[in-house]
Protein backbone atom coordinates (compact mmCIF):
# COMPACT_ATOMS: atom_id res chain seq x y z
CA UNK A 1 0.00 0.00 0.00
CA UNK A 2 1.35 3.35 -1.03
CA UNK A 3 2.18 5.64 1.82
CA UNK A 4 2.60 9.27 2.06
CA UNK A 5 3.86 11.47 5.09
CA UNK A 6 4.34 14.94 5.19
CA UNK A 7 6.06 17.41 7.74
CA UNK A 8 5.64 19.14 8.74
CA UNK A 9 1.82 18.79 9.95
CA UNK A 10 0.80 22.26 11.40
CA UNK A 11 3.61 25.74 10.85
CA UNK A 12 3.48 29.01 11.88
CA UNK A 13 5.47 31.07 10.76
CA UNK A 14 6.06 35.08 10.15
CA UNK A 15 5.68 37.11 7.13
CA UNK A 16 8.44 37.71 5.19
CA UNK A 17 10.03 34.10 6.16
CA UNK A 18 10.88 31.19 4.46
CA UNK A 19 10.03 27.62 4.95
CA UNK A 20 9.57 24.24 3.56
CA UNK A 21 7.00 21.77 3.48
CA UNK A 22 8.79 17.84 2.79
CA UNK A 23 6.45 14.90 1.58
CA UNK A 24 7.83 11.57 1.50
CA UNK A 25 5.73 8.57 -0.30
CA UNK A 26 6.72 5.09 0.18
CA UNK A 27 6.86 3.35 -3.39
CA UNK A 28 7.93 4.36 -6.89
CA UNK A 29 6.14 6.78 -8.17
CA UNK A 30 7.25 9.74 -11.08
CA UNK A 31 3.65 11.54 -10.29
CA UNK A 32 3.30 14.17 -7.56
CA UNK A 33 0.55 16.90 -6.98
CA UNK A 34 0.00 19.55 -4.45
CA UNK A 35 -2.76 20.90 -3.65
CA UNK A 36 -4.33 23.96 -1.40
CA UNK A 37 -7.43 23.87 1.12
CA UNK A 38 -9.04 26.54 2.27
CA UNK A 39 -10.92 25.75 5.89
CA UNK A 40 -14.26 24.54 4.86
CA UNK A 41 -13.65 24.64 1.00
CA UNK A 42 -12.66 22.07 -1.53
CA UNK A 43 -9.05 21.39 -2.41
CA UNK A 44 -6.91 23.62 -5.47
CA UNK A 45 -4.17 22.12 -7.35
CA UNK A 46 -1.05 24.00 -7.09
CA UNK A 47 1.85 21.91 -9.09
CA UNK A 48 1.68 18.48 -11.22
CA UNK A 49 5.39 16.99 -10.84
CA UNK A 50 5.55 14.09 -13.54
CA UNK A 51 9.25 13.75 -14.08
CA UNK A 52 12.65 13.46 -11.98
CA UNK A 53 13.87 16.55 -11.23
CA UNK A 54 11.03 18.77 -11.91
CA UNK A 55 10.30 21.95 -10.71
CA UNK A 56 7.57 23.83 -11.03
CA UNK A 57 6.66 27.80 -9.61
CA UNK A 58 3.89 30.41 -9.12
CA UNK A 59 4.19 33.19 -7.72
CA UNK A 60 5.84 32.36 -3.76
CA UNK A 61 5.66 28.82 -4.02
CA UNK A 62 7.82 26.04 -5.66
CA UNK A 63 8.04 22.61 -5.53
CA UNK A 64 10.34 20.15 -6.68
CA UNK A 65 10.20 15.94 -6.88
CA UNK A 66 13.60 13.87 -6.18
CA UNK A 67 11.87 9.92 -7.41
CA UNK A 68 15.26 8.93 -6.48
CA UNK A 69 14.55 9.92 -2.82
CA UNK A 70 10.60 9.42 -3.18
CA UNK A 71 10.61 13.41 -2.22
CA UNK A 72 9.07 16.39 -2.61
CA UNK A 73 9.69 19.92 -1.77
CA UNK A 74 7.23 22.60 -1.25
CA UNK A 75 9.14 26.18 -0.28
CA UNK A 76 7.33 28.93 0.80
CA UNK A 77 9.10 32.19 -0.66
CA UNK A 78 8.49 35.19 1.88
CA UNK A 79 5.27 33.92 3.33
CA UNK A 80 2.06 36.59 3.31
CA UNK A 81 -1.13 35.87 5.11
CA UNK A 82 -3.01 34.96 1.63
CA UNK A 83 -0.71 32.07 2.20
CA UNK A 84 -2.42 30.73 5.44
CA UNK A 85 -4.22 27.10 4.44
CA UNK A 86 -3.98 23.16 4.41
CA UNK A 87 -1.38 21.88 2.16
CA UNK A 88 -1.52 18.47 0.60
CA UNK A 89 0.53 16.28 -1.53
CA UNK A 90 -0.43 13.20 -3.54
CA UNK A 91 0.79 10.54 -5.26
CA UNK A 92 -0.37 8.24 -7.81
CA UNK A 93 0.62 4.43 -7.67
CA UNK A 94 3.31 3.04 -10.46
CA UNK A 95 0.15 1.98 -12.14
CA UNK A 96 -3.03 3.83 -11.85
CA UNK A 97 -4.35 6.85 -11.71
CA UNK A 98 -6.00 6.76 -7.98
CA UNK A 99 -4.16 9.18 -5.26
CA UNK A 100 -2.60 9.00 -2.02
CA UNK A 101 -2.49 11.70 -0.34
CA UNK A 102 -0.61 13.07 2.71
CA UNK A 103 -1.78 14.12 6.08
CA UNK A 104 -1.72 17.50 4.83
CA UNK A 105 0.47 20.97 6.53
CA UNK A 106 -1.74 23.01 8.24
CA UNK A 107 -0.02 26.27 7.54
CA UNK A 108 -0.54 29.71 9.71
CA UNK A 109 1.47 33.14 8.31
CA UNK A 110 1.34 35.39 11.13
CA UNK A 111 1.91 39.18 10.29
CA UNK B 1 -18.23 25.63 -16.20
CA UNK B 2 -19.79 23.27 -13.63
CA UNK B 3 -17.04 20.51 -13.02
CA UNK B 4 -17.63 18.11 -10.25
CA UNK B 5 -21.45 18.68 -8.26
CA UNK B 6 -21.85 17.04 -5.37
CA UNK B 7 -25.00 16.98 -3.87
CA UNK B 8 -26.42 17.08 -1.24
CA UNK B 9 -23.44 19.83 0.77
CA UNK B 10 -24.98 19.06 4.20
CA UNK B 11 -26.68 15.62 5.93
CA UNK B 12 -27.50 14.19 9.31
CA UNK B 13 -28.18 10.53 9.38
CA UNK B 14 -29.31 8.48 12.24
CA UNK B 15 -27.30 5.05 12.73
CA UNK B 16 -28.65 2.30 10.15
CA UNK B 17 -30.19 4.43 7.95
CA UNK B 18 -28.98 4.39 4.14
CA UNK B 19 -28.05 7.41 2.00
CA UNK B 20 -26.49 8.33 -1.62
CA UNK B 21 -23.69 10.72 -2.30
CA UNK B 22 -24.34 11.87 -5.73
CA UNK B 23 -21.62 13.31 -7.90
CA UNK B 24 -21.38 14.42 -11.37
CA UNK B 25 -19.01 15.79 -14.16
CA UNK B 26 -19.53 17.25 -16.75
CA UNK B 27 -15.75 17.24 -18.30
CA UNK B 28 -16.29 13.63 -19.50
CA UNK B 29 -13.31 12.38 -17.37
CA UNK B 30 -12.86 8.69 -17.58
CA UNK B 31 -11.04 8.42 -13.61
CA UNK B 32 -13.74 9.62 -11.10
CA UNK B 33 -12.86 8.60 -6.91
CA UNK B 34 -14.01 9.21 -3.32
CA UNK B 35 -12.86 10.23 -0.61
CA UNK B 36 -13.33 10.92 3.02
CA UNK B 37 -11.46 13.62 4.83
CA UNK B 38 -11.02 13.48 8.96
CA UNK B 39 -9.23 15.81 10.98
CA UNK B 40 -5.39 14.53 10.76
CA UNK B 41 -5.85 12.00 8.18
CA UNK B 42 -5.77 13.77 5.49
CA UNK B 43 -7.76 12.28 2.12
CA UNK B 44 -8.06 8.71 2.12
CA UNK B 45 -9.77 6.80 -0.92
CA UNK B 46 -12.27 4.87 -0.93
CA UNK B 47 -14.07 3.75 -4.21
CA UNK B 48 -12.28 4.75 -7.49
CA UNK B 49 -13.96 3.83 -10.92
CA UNK B 50 -11.74 4.34 -14.49
CA UNK B 51 -14.47 4.31 -17.22
CA UNK B 52 -17.99 3.20 -16.87
CA UNK B 53 -18.97 -0.03 -15.54
CA UNK B 54 -15.44 -0.58 -13.86
CA UNK B 55 -14.99 0.72 -10.00
CA UNK B 56 -12.25 -0.89 -7.32
CA UNK B 57 -11.92 -0.61 -3.85
CA UNK B 58 -9.73 1.98 -2.51
CA UNK B 59 -8.26 2.21 1.46
CA UNK B 60 -11.19 2.50 3.13
CA UNK B 61 -14.09 0.64 1.10
CA UNK B 62 -16.09 -0.78 4.21
CA UNK B 63 -19.79 0.55 4.24
CA UNK B 64 -19.57 2.03 0.96
CA UNK B 65 -20.97 0.60 -2.50
CA UNK B 66 -20.39 2.61 -5.73
CA UNK B 67 -21.52 1.90 -9.57
CA UNK B 68 -20.75 3.90 -13.00
CA UNK B 69 -23.58 3.52 -15.24
CA UNK B 70 -22.28 6.52 -16.95
CA UNK B 71 -18.83 8.65 -17.64
CA UNK B 72 -21.06 11.26 -15.61
CA UNK B 73 -22.16 9.89 -12.73
CA UNK B 74 -20.42 8.27 -9.54
CA UNK B 75 -22.78 7.93 -6.71
CA UNK B 76 -21.80 6.67 -3.25
CA UNK B 77 -23.78 4.48 -1.06
CA UNK B 78 -23.87 4.02 2.34
CA UNK B 79 -25.31 0.81 3.13
CA UNK B 80 -26.17 1.04 6.99
CA UNK B 81 -24.48 4.84 8.17
CA UNK B 82 -22.91 4.49 11.41
CA UNK B 83 -20.82 6.83 13.86
CA UNK B 84 -17.54 5.70 12.18
CA UNK B 85 -18.99 7.45 8.81
CA UNK B 86 -19.57 11.06 10.37
CA UNK B 87 -16.72 12.80 7.57
CA UNK B 88 -16.34 15.50 4.68
CA UNK B 89 -16.88 13.37 1.60
CA UNK B 90 -15.16 14.46 -1.58
CA UNK B 91 -15.28 13.17 -5.09
CA UNK B 92 -13.19 13.95 -7.77
CA UNK B 93 -12.53 13.48 -11.49
CA UNK B 94 -9.61 13.34 -13.53
CA UNK B 95 -8.38 12.48 -17.51
CA UNK B 96 -5.61 10.24 -16.84
CA UNK B 97 -2.09 9.49 -16.41
CA UNK B 98 -0.36 12.40 -15.04
CA UNK B 99 -3.66 15.03 -14.88
CA UNK B 100 -4.40 16.71 -11.56
CA UNK B 101 -8.00 16.19 -10.13
CA UNK B 102 -10.77 18.14 -9.74
CA UNK B 103 -12.56 17.94 -7.09
CA UNK B 104 -16.11 18.59 -6.03
CA UNK B 105 -17.12 21.15 -3.17
CA UNK B 106 -17.54 18.30 -0.56
CA UNK B 107 -20.40 16.52 1.39
CA UNK B 108 -20.78 17.03 5.06
CA UNK B 109 -22.20 13.90 6.81
CA UNK B 110 -23.37 13.58 10.31
CA UNK B 111 -23.77 10.36 11.42
CA UNK B 112 -25.86 10.29 14.69
Request: glycine share 8%; hydrophobic share 35%.
Amino acid sequence: ELKVEQNPLFLSMQEGKNYTIYCNYSTTSDRLYWYRQDPGKSLESLFVLLSNGAVKQEGRLMASLDTKARLSTLHITAAVHDLSATYFCAVNPLTGNQFYFGTGTSLTVIP
Amino acid sequence: NAGVTQTPKFQVLKTGQSMTLQCAQDMNHEYMSWYRQDPGMGLRLIHYSVGAGITDQGEVPNGYNVSRSTTEDFPLRLLSAAPSQTSVYFCASSTGTGSRAFFGQGTRLTVV
